[in-house]
């Protein structure tokens, strides 16, 4: 599992936590990492409720452009 914050690559919101209730909450900020590969099945490695990262489908999500000061606040938190 990757856990490096240098290959953060944006945030998204879940709008699909089907089959994971544990481990994803709709309507919740989640951080993605950079992987390629599972960018090229359609999946995306996001860092859920766990504090791990694990590949979920993109479809599950929605990228979002957060404003500085709330993304400094997630760097913080990190």
Request: with cysteine; aromatic share 8%.
């Amino acid at each position: 599992m990757m856990t490096n914050q240098d290959h953060l690559t944006g945030y998204v919101v879940c709008i699909d936590n089907t089959g994971y209730p544990a481990s994803l909450e709709r309507h919740k900020i989640y951080r993605v990492l950079q992987d390629e590969e599972a960018a090229a099945d359609g999946d995306l490695r996001v860092i859920d409720e766990s504090g791990e990262d694990y590949l979920y489908s993109a479809d599950r999500f929605v990228p979002i452009q957060l404003p500085s000061a709330v993304e400094k606040s997630f760097e913080i938190a990190a």
